[in-house]
């Protein structure tokens, strides 16, 4: 056992104590901005059985702190068996500059974005999940970061809005705190972040085009892949040599699953597109900075490893010392988000107690156990997990068609 702490403990080093130094010696390149840069963009929000939730959503977006002239919204329908269509061309119809697009048939989330921003014609594309409310300076904080050219992607931070509904969603808030602010600390010192959230991310539209056969084509052994499109997106703009980052002062907050079965069935999704990515650019690892190319090789390995680990464990009867471990470990990170000065900064909603973070030394044993090898059997699939029905309706509208625009 000894091999595996000794590698877990060079996982946690490379991520958390390397990543830290290089993000503080290149804190002053990460904090060059141009507050006067105003480019054109269009948000883009790619729309599957969101309900209400997407009325909602269109009308934060109306609200950003931009000027109007130069913000377009497109949400995309991906025919949608519930009446999210309909609320969102309520929305089209109340709101200037707001236009809906309804797939002709269901073809998941990337084409769906693929086919908003081949209608744009602006600048800046901004990614926005369906069912996030954005902060209104986030445009703004995202935009201003834009200072060089090679700049292709910047990418907001996501709360959770639902703290403190019970066990799960405050786990999942200390989880989202230690995802964005620390797991992602080497690759934002590096400004080669791969994978940026679809909640919340600004693009160049230049780039997007330039990458859109790749995208429009993504496949493994010749099976089209339509989940981790977030992760396969970044890691392409950094493989064509342009430069992504993180900011924590553009914001947005997203409804944490509270039951166990939504809850699983997000972290497969996860599970799968990490997978998915490992298969694709693991061949490309090598051209990563080596401190990044040692992190993405050493979470394949745990990514692998670390199931066979917890079976051994469980046969040989040593099961407790390693549940004593995580439990130490996550008793640590609790300590961390507690004393943190960026977390005592949040208002005491965005908050919880760090007590609330124990639960995840048991469900990370789980995911790791059962999650890798079923997203390893169902990379086939094409379902969006956290939505709902898998089978979808064919649209009325034919491509391109705008179900609703605004005035």
Known sequence: MLPVYLFILLVFLNRYVFGLYIRLVNNKRLNVVDDKFQPTVTVVVPLFNEGKSI??????????????????????????????????????????????LRNPKNMGKRKGINHAVREAKTEMILSVDSDVIVHPKALRNLVRHFVDPDMAAVGGRVHVSNPNDNWLSRMQTIKYYFGQE???NLENGLQSVLCLSGCLTLYRRHVLMELEPVLENRNILG??????????LTHEIVKAGYRTMMTMDAMCFTKAPTGLKAYFSQQLRWKRSNIADFIVHLPFA???????????????MLLLIYPFVIIQNFAT???????TFHVALIAVFGLIYYFAPSVRALPPWLRVHPIGFLPMAVLMP????LLTPLGLLTLDSSSWETRGHQGAAQANAGPGAPAGAGK
């Open 223 to 232: 099976v089209a892949i339509k989940y981790g499109e977030d992760r396969f």
């Open 182 to 184: 620390h797991l992602k």
């Open 55 to 100: 009325y909602d959503t269109i009308i934060a977006l109306t609200r950003l702190d931009y000027p109007k002239e130069k913000l377009f919204i497109t949400v995309v329908d991906d025919c949608s068996t519930d009446d999210s269509y309909d609320w969102a061309c309520k929305a089209a119809r109340e709101m200037q500059n707001v236009k809906v």
């Open 317 to 323: 009867g040593n099961f407790f010392h390693l549940a």
């Open 366 to 369: 789980v995911a790791y156990l």
């Open 286 to 300: 090598w051209k990563l900075h080596p401190l990044l190319c040692l992190q993405y090789a050493s979470m394949l």
